[in-house]
Protein backbone atom coordinates (compact mmCIF):
# COMPACT_ATOMS: atom_id res chain seq x y z
CA UNK A 1 0.00 0.00 0.00
CA UNK A 2 1.31 3.09 -1.22
CA UNK A 3 2.16 5.81 2.06
CA UNK A 4 1.42 9.39 1.68
CA UNK A 5 2.72 11.95 3.97
CA UNK A 6 3.76 15.60 3.55
CA UNK A 7 7.05 17.33 3.37
CA UNK A 8 6.24 20.36 4.55
CA UNK A 9 2.89 21.81 3.51
CA UNK A 10 3.24 22.24 -0.32
CA UNK A 11 4.62 19.07 -1.32
CA UNK A 12 2.90 15.63 -1.02
CA UNK A 13 5.79 12.33 -0.70
CA UNK A 14 4.84 9.08 -2.11
CA UNK A 15 6.51 6.00 -0.76
CA UNK A 16 5.74 2.92 -2.67
CA UNK A 17 6.63 -0.90 -2.77
CA UNK A 18 5.41 -1.57 -6.11
CA UNK A 19 2.40 0.29 -5.61
CA UNK A 20 0.50 2.53 -7.98
CA UNK A 21 -0.91 6.02 -7.65
CA UNK A 22 -2.91 8.44 -9.85
CA UNK A 23 -1.42 12.04 -10.02
CA UNK A 24 -2.40 15.20 -12.00
CA UNK A 25 -0.44 15.46 -15.15
CA UNK A 26 2.77 17.41 -14.63
CA UNK A 27 2.36 17.70 -10.78
CA UNK A 28 5.71 15.09 -10.41
CA UNK A 29 8.62 17.39 -9.17
CA UNK A 30 11.35 14.99 -7.98
CA UNK A 31 11.58 11.09 -7.32
CA UNK A 32 13.91 8.76 -6.00
CA UNK A 33 14.39 4.61 -7.04
CA UNK A 34 12.37 3.04 -10.01
CA UNK A 35 9.63 4.64 -10.77
CA UNK A 36 7.50 4.46 -14.53
CA UNK A 37 5.33 7.18 -15.34
CA UNK A 38 2.15 7.03 -17.87
CA UNK A 39 -0.32 9.53 -19.00
CA UNK A 40 -3.74 8.19 -18.48
CA UNK A 41 -7.29 10.14 -19.89
CA UNK A 42 -9.22 12.21 -16.94
CA UNK A 43 -12.39 12.96 -16.17
CA UNK A 44 -13.22 9.75 -14.17
CA UNK A 45 -13.22 5.52 -15.27
CA UNK A 46 -14.75 3.90 -17.96
CA UNK A 47 -17.50 5.19 -20.38
CA UNK A 48 -19.22 7.01 -18.16
CA UNK A 49 -16.11 9.26 -17.43
CA UNK A 50 -15.47 9.66 -21.45
CA UNK A 51 -19.12 10.14 -22.41
CA UNK A 52 -18.49 13.52 -19.84
CA UNK A 53 -15.85 14.59 -21.22
CA UNK A 54 -17.40 14.06 -24.65
CA UNK A 55 -20.16 16.15 -23.72
CA UNK A 56 -18.61 18.90 -21.21
CA UNK A 57 -15.36 19.45 -23.27
CA UNK A 58 -13.60 19.28 -19.80
CA UNK A 59 -10.01 17.78 -19.62
CA UNK A 60 -8.45 16.48 -16.82
CA UNK A 61 -5.53 14.57 -17.75
CA UNK A 62 -3.92 12.72 -15.30
CA UNK A 63 -1.19 10.34 -15.01
CA UNK A 64 -0.14 6.94 -13.42
CA UNK A 65 3.21 6.80 -11.58
CA UNK A 66 3.94 2.71 -10.35
CA UNK A 67 7.34 1.29 -9.09
CA UNK A 68 9.76 0.89 -6.01
CA UNK A 69 10.82 4.40 -4.50
CA UNK A 70 9.64 8.15 -3.28
CA UNK A 71 7.48 10.03 -5.75
CA UNK A 72 6.84 14.15 -4.81
CA UNK A 73 4.19 15.86 -6.04
CA UNK A 74 3.32 19.60 -6.03
CA UNK A 75 0.87 22.20 -7.65
CA UNK A 76 1.79 25.41 -7.97
CA UNK A 77 2.99 26.07 -4.48
CA UNK A 78 -0.66 25.32 -3.64
CA UNK A 79 -1.27 23.72 -0.13
CA UNK A 80 -2.10 20.29 0.08
CA UNK A 81 -4.61 18.43 2.33
CA UNK A 82 -4.82 14.69 2.63
CA UNK A 83 -8.02 13.14 3.17
CA UNK A 84 -8.12 8.98 4.00
CA UNK A 85 -11.40 7.61 2.72
CA UNK A 86 -12.77 4.41 4.02
CA UNK A 87 -15.55 3.45 2.33
CA UNK A 88 -17.52 6.80 1.59
CA UNK A 89 -17.21 9.35 -1.04
CA UNK A 90 -14.98 12.68 -1.55
CA UNK A 91 -16.68 14.98 -3.95
CA UNK A 92 -13.46 17.57 -4.94
CA UNK A 93 -13.42 19.86 -7.85
CA UNK A 94 -10.86 18.43 -10.15
CA UNK A 95 -8.41 21.36 -10.16
CA UNK A 96 -8.29 20.84 -6.91
CA UNK A 97 -7.53 16.83 -6.96
CA UNK A 98 -3.62 16.17 -6.78
CA UNK A 99 -3.05 12.36 -6.45
CA UNK A 100 -5.12 9.18 -5.18
CA UNK A 101 -4.10 5.68 -4.42
CA UNK A 102 -5.08 3.33 -7.73
CA UNK A 103 -7.32 1.64 -5.20
CA UNK A 104 -9.36 4.64 -5.52
CA UNK A 105 -12.62 4.59 -7.62
CA UNK A 106 -12.58 8.28 -10.05
CA UNK A 107 -15.77 9.16 -11.57
CA UNK A 108 -18.43 12.11 -12.30
CA UNK A 109 -20.96 13.76 -10.32
CA UNK A 110 -23.59 15.78 -12.21
CA UNK A 111 -23.72 19.56 -10.21
CA UNK A 112 -25.75 21.64 -12.90
CA UNK A 113 -26.20 25.46 -12.04
CA UNK A 114 -24.19 24.62 -8.69
CA UNK A 115 -21.22 23.73 -10.82
CA UNK A 116 -21.84 26.73 -13.02
CA UNK A 117 -21.94 29.06 -10.45
CA UNK A 118 -18.19 28.04 -8.66
CA UNK A 119 -16.90 28.46 -12.50
CA UNK A 120 -15.94 24.61 -12.51
CA UNK A 121 -18.73 23.49 -15.01
CA UNK A 122 -21.51 20.82 -15.30
CA UNK A 123 -19.49 17.47 -13.38
CA UNK A 124 -17.77 17.45 -10.51
CA UNK A 125 -15.09 14.45 -9.46
CA UNK A 126 -16.05 12.51 -6.99
CA UNK A 127 -13.38 9.16 -5.42
CA UNK A 128 -14.90 6.36 -3.72
CA UNK A 129 -13.63 3.54 -2.12
CA UNK A 130 -10.83 2.85 0.86
CA UNK A 131 -7.03 4.77 0.72
CA UNK A 132 -5.43 7.90 0.40
CA UNK A 133 -6.53 11.34 -1.90
CA UNK A 134 -4.48 14.75 -1.42
CA UNK A 135 -6.31 17.88 -2.34
CA UNK A 136 -4.88 21.44 -2.95
CA UNK A 137 -6.17 24.63 -1.72
CA UNK A 138 -4.89 28.38 -2.34
CA UNK A 139 -3.89 28.65 0.93
CA UNK A 140 -4.32 26.22 4.32
CA UNK A 141 -8.34 24.97 3.87
CA UNK A 142 -10.14 24.91 6.34
CA UNK A 143 -12.35 21.65 7.70
CA UNK A 144 -16.12 22.91 8.76
CA UNK A 145 -18.15 19.99 9.98
CA UNK A 146 -22.06 20.01 8.88
CA UNK A 147 -24.56 18.51 11.17
CA UNK A 148 -28.53 17.71 10.84
CA UNK A 149 -29.87 21.11 11.20
CA UNK A 150 -27.06 22.84 11.30
CA UNK A 151 -26.60 23.86 7.58
CA UNK A 152 -23.49 25.47 6.10
CA UNK A 153 -22.91 28.57 3.66
CA UNK A 154 -20.21 28.91 1.60
CA UNK A 155 -18.75 31.29 -1.18
CA UNK A 156 -18.70 29.25 -4.50
CA UNK A 157 -14.90 30.45 -5.31
CA UNK A 158 -13.73 29.57 -1.73
CA UNK A 159 -15.23 25.65 -1.88
CA UNK A 160 -12.75 23.05 -2.40
CA UNK A 161 -14.10 19.69 -1.47
CA UNK A 162 -16.61 17.94 0.66
CA UNK A 163 -17.65 14.40 2.27
CA UNK A 164 -20.69 12.58 3.57
CA UNK A 165 -23.84 12.55 3.35
CA UNK A 166 -24.94 16.35 2.19
CA UNK A 167 -27.32 18.06 0.01
CA UNK A 168 -25.95 20.98 -1.99
CA UNK A 169 -28.12 23.98 -3.43
CA UNK A 170 -27.50 27.44 -4.67
CA UNK A 171 -28.89 29.83 -2.31
CA UNK A 172 -29.25 33.46 -2.95
CA UNK A 173 -27.28 35.92 -0.99
CA UNK A 174 -28.80 39.33 -2.58
CA UNK A 175 -30.77 41.09 -0.21
CA UNK A 176 -32.23 44.78 -0.75
CA UNK A 177 -28.88 46.08 1.56
CA UNK A 178 -26.87 44.41 -1.43
CA UNK A 179 -27.82 45.66 -4.25
CA UNK A 180 -27.99 49.15 -2.66
CA UNK A 181 -24.01 48.25 -2.43
CA UNK A 182 -24.41 48.22 1.50
CA UNK A 183 -24.45 44.54 1.86
CA UNK A 184 -21.49 41.78 1.94
CA UNK A 185 -21.65 41.65 -1.97
CA UNK A 186 -21.85 37.81 -2.03
CA UNK A 187 -24.39 37.46 -4.53
CA UNK A 188 -24.60 33.73 -4.28
CA UNK A 189 -23.64 30.90 -2.07
CA UNK A 190 -23.64 27.32 -1.79
CA UNK A 191 -25.60 25.60 1.26
CA UNK A 192 -24.70 22.45 2.43
CA UNK A 193 -27.19 20.47 4.37
CA UNK A 194 -27.12 16.57 6.28
CA UNK A 195 -24.02 15.20 7.85
CA UNK A 196 -20.46 15.71 7.15
CA UNK A 197 -17.26 17.83 6.03
CA UNK A 198 -16.74 20.95 3.79
CA UNK A 199 -13.35 21.72 3.09
CA UNK A 200 -12.69 25.43 2.76
CA UNK A 201 -9.61 27.87 1.08
CA UNK A 202 -9.07 31.19 2.17
CA UNK A 203 -8.94 32.08 -1.45
CA UNK A 204 -11.68 32.48 -3.66
CA UNK A 205 -11.92 31.73 -7.51
CA UNK A 206 -13.90 34.34 -9.72
CA UNK A 207 -17.15 32.69 -10.33
CA UNK A 208 -20.41 33.60 -12.10
CA UNK A 209 -22.58 34.75 -8.71
CA UNK A 210 -19.89 37.21 -7.49
CA UNK A 211 -19.73 40.34 -6.29
CA UNK A 212 -22.88 42.51 -6.67
Known amino acids: MAQFR ?23 VA ?30 VVMEAKGQGTCYFADAATEINLVRLNGETLYVESDNLL ?7 TGTSFTGLN ?9 TTK ?30 GAYVAHTGNLNRSLKSGAGWTTLMGEGGGEAVQVE ?15 TVGGDV
Open 127 to 156: VEGHGWAAVTSKGPAIILRVSQGMPLRVDP
Open 31 to 60: YTGQIAFKKLSGGGDGLRGMVTRRLTGEQM
Open 6 to 28: LQGSKVLAVDMTGDAVKAKNGSM
Open 192 to 206: FAGDGLVYVQPSEKL
Open 115 to 123: GISSGNGLF
Open 99 to 105: CTEATLH
